[in-house]
């Protein structure tokens, strides 16, 4: 019996600390989004290749953003170009002078402008970037591996791309 107390105890303390988090306001880093009330329509400018592009449209479309495909119907242009990615090799084994380690680095400019083509940010340059092991007996892995990474630097950096949407718009 003294089992059970203790169980129920720790849910109704879960409990308890969910709700007095949720009143606060507090929020998961990244569940914050972008409203479409408060952007109104915007147009992306970018080359038809670019990654971070195509994560800033769905992260857009996914907070019901108006995105529209002509500047005469924007009230924002976002526009995002020099989209570069960058592998460095970051250790080598002294031993066998093979690569251990890599830093991969995704970077891209961006500017946003109203429909006056007033700047409201003017040439920011974002980059992320992170490190992993290479392990050169599983190389198809590692070629995986990096792909994901490479996803997840696009999503990190149209996360921020975002939230300068949202300061610009003041959101």
């Known amino acids: 019996m003294p089992h059970r107390n203790v169980t129920m105890n720790a849910h109704h303390l879960l409990l308890i600390t969910t709700l007095i988090l949720s009143a606060c306001g507090f929020q998961l880093r990244g ?7 408060g ?3 915007i147009l992306i400018v970018a080359p038809a290749d670019s990654a971070i592009a195509a994560e800033v449209r769905t992260q857009l479309q996914m907070a019901e953003a108006k995105l529209v495909q002509t ?6 242009i976002l526009s995002l170009d020099g989209e570069h990615f960058e592998r460095t ?5 002294p031993d066998s002078g093979k690569v251990e380690e890599y830093l991969l680095t995704l970077g ?3 500017s946003l402008t109203d429909r006056t083509s007033q700047p409201l940010l003017a040439g920011e340059h974002l980059t992320a970037s992170r490190d992993y092991p290479f392990d050169e007996n599983a190389v198809l892995g590692m070629f995986s591996l990096e792909t994901r ?9 149209a996360a921020g791309i ?9 959101n």
């Open 31 to 37: 569940a914050g989004g972008i409203t479409a009330a």
């Open 39 to 41: 952007v109104g329509s």
């Open 71 to 76: 500047t005469e119907q924007a009230e924002l």
């Open 89 to 93: 090799i970051l250790s080598v084994s």
């Open 108 to 110: 891209i400019h961006l």
């Open 149 to 157: 990474i490479r996803e997840d630097l696009s999503r990190q950096i």
């Open 162 to 170: 975002i939230r300068r949407l949202n300061a610009a718009s003041g």
